[in-house]
Structure formats: structure tokens, C-alpha cells
């Protein structure tokens, strides 16, 4: 019976350490996300009124979300293009494939819950 019980904390102990890891995923990409976000929103009307290249005054914004995300994925194609002076879709293009990126890592790989089968020959009616 130890044994069992034992291995039922055994058990919950891992789920918890999941539940932390994957928390901690999550809160870890959360502000890069939210600045793609916004910055896209201003791209996108940027673009819709004509404008072509990203102003130099989106250099520090461009540069906070490169420092966030350096740590989380190594994405130098999509990287290469965050910069100023570049043009408008080309940013929002690699911004999306960032935060595809960031959805990625926040999300972690789904763990599928373990399934035993039952196997009736173990135990008898007494």
C-alpha cells in the first residue's frame, strides 16, 4: 500500500513541476507577445495609409522585443528583419513568424495524460 501511495506522489509531484514549467513558458513570452501585438496594430494602419518603411523612431521598441525574445527562440531568418528603415510588410512578416514562434514555446508540447489499461486478471472478487 506504501508503495502505491508513494507512487501517487510521485505523480502529483511531476504534474505540479509540469504545471510550473509550463506556467513559467508562458509568463516568459507574455510581454514580448503583448509589444508584437501593439506594434503590429501601428504597422498595420501605417501601411493602410501609404506609408512604406518603418521611421527610425521604432528602433528602441524594435530593440526591447529583439532583447525578449533572444533567450526564448533562435529565429535569424525572421530576426534578420526586425530593424528600422525596412519595409512595412516585411517587419509585420517576420513580427508574425516571431509570435507564431512565441505561441509555440508559451503553449510547450501538450502533455497527453498517461492511459493504463485496466487489466482485469489482476485482481479477483474475494
Known amino acids: 500500500m ?6 501517487t506522489n510521485a505523480y502529483i509531484r511531476d504534474a505540479e513541476r509540469q504545471h510550473r514549467d509550463l506556467k513559467a513558458r508562458q509568463d516568459q513570452v507574455r510581454r514580448p507577445i503583448q509589444l508584437i501585438d501593439r506594434l503590429l496594430q501601428e504597422l498595420e494602419e501605417m501601411n493602410l495609409k501609404g506609408m512604406k518603411r518603418v ?6 521598441r524594435l530593440e526591447e522585443i529583439l532583447i525578449l525574445i533572444t533567450p526564448i527562440a533562435a529565429m535569424p531568418d525572421q530576426v534578420a528583419n526586425i530593424k528600422v528603415k525596412v519595409g512595412i510588410t516585411k517587419l509585420m512578416d517576420a513580427l508574425f513568424a516571431v509570435e507564431e514562434a512565441l505561441f509555440s514555446e508559451r503553449n510547450g508540447i501538450r ?4 492511459v493504463e489499461t485496466f487489466d482485469p486478471g489482476l485482481f479477483t472478487a474475494a
Open 55 to 60: 521611421p527610425t523612431s521604432y528602433e528602441p
Open 111 to 114: 502533455i497527453e495524460p498517461e
Open 2 to 7: 506504501t508503495g502505491l501511495l508513494a507512487q
